[in-house]
Structures are given as structure tokens and as C-alpha cells.
């Protein structure tokens, strides 16, 4: 018993003596989603009476962003068009747009140059109160119904489906 014991839970899994050296496990790689959100999404704050701790460890994101000094700066770039597209940052579309052109990340030179085909628009979408939201609600809506009565019945049923009951 004490040999299988040894061998099953010991550092080496090898047979034998237990070292006593037992390294714990590499953390798990993070998925690209929750890597995603963990950039995007703000730090929480700290409780203002004191309790948090002094050496709190950093965030996973500050700690991605110190490691890779090309992200740190692709993000500096990226995260001044999220404050515009929640507009928290008072600043044009267009100046961010030749701020990334200038960035010398690739992926943002190329996201920039689609934006720039379109500018009117995407201007348009980041200033104007309007929204078409409202219409891709009924699209979405209409679509699903079509969807669930998919091979079963005829345009009466799906015109009174479809019609609202205000």
C-alpha cells in the first residue's frame, strides 16, 4: 500500500521515495474570451475604508499587458476608441483614426484603414442620437418566427403570427 501510495501521489509519479518537492500545477491559459473581457472591462474599485489589501496581486490584465509591450500600446491606442464609443472621451472619430494609422500596430493600421473606407458612417453611428435598433429588433423577431414554423405551414399562419397584438 505504501508503494502504490508513493507512486500515485508522489511529485514524479515515478516509482519510489516521495522528494518532498511537490511544484504545483502552471496556472491555466486563459481563453481569448475571457482575456477579451478582462481588457475591456474596467477594474473594480477598491473599498474606500481600508480593507483592501496592501499587496493585492494585479489584475491578469495588467499583468498581460507589462509582459507584452506591443499590446500595452496596441491597447493605450484601442481603449481611447472604446471612452469615444461610449462616449466618455469627447474626441472625433477621425482623430482616432489617424492616431491608429500612426500607432505602428499592423492589426490596428488595418482596422483603421477599413473605418476610413466608411468614415461618414461610423462618424455618423459615434455622433447622431439616432439608432435602428428598433428595426433589427422586428428583423430579429419576424426571423425567428419564420425560423420555428420552418416546413410547417402556409403564409396565413405566418401573417398571423407575425401580426401584433397591441
Given at each position: ?6 507512486r ?13 518537492e ?8 486563459p481563453?481569448?474570451?475571457?482575456l ?12 474606500e ?17 507589462a ?6 500600446k496596441a ?6 476608441l472604446?471612452?469615444v464609443i461610449?462616449?466618455e ?23 483603421a ?16 442620437p ?14 425567428t ?6 416546413g ?15
Amino acid at each position: 500500500m505504501r508503494r502504490y501510495v508513493n507512486r500515485t501521489v508522489g511529485s514524479t509519479g515515478r516509482p519510489g521515495r516521495r522528494t518532498g518537492e511537490v511544484k504545483p500545477p502552471p496556472p491555466p491559459v486563459p481563453s481569448a474570451r475571457k482575456l477579451s473581457f478582462e481588457l475591456v472591462c474596467p477594474p473594480r474599485s477598491k473599498p474606500e475604508d481600508g480593507t483592501a489589501e496592501q499587496n493585492a496581486e494585479p489584475r491578469l490584465a495588467d499583468r498581460i499587458l507589462a509582459g507584452i509591450p506591443d499590446l500595452a500600446k496596441a491597447w493605450d491606442v484601442a481603449s481611447v476608441l472604446v471612452g469615444v464609443i461610449r462616449k466618455e472621451v469627447g474626441q472625433p472619430p477621425s482623430d482616432w483614426l489617424t492616431r491608429a494609422e500612426q500607432s505602428g500596430v499592423s492589426e490596428l493600421k488595418s482596422f483603421a484603414k477599413g473605418l476610413r473606407e466608411d468614415e461618414s458612417a461610423v462618424a455618423a453611428a459615434l455622433t447622431k442620437p439616432w439608432s435602428n435598433g428598433q428595426v433589427e429588433g422586428q428583423v430579429n423577431r419576424l426571423k425567428t418566427i419564420k425560423r420555428s414554423m420552418y416546413g410547417r405551414a402556409g403564409w396565413r399562419l405566418l401573417r398571423a403570427r407575425v401580426k401584433r397584438k397591441d
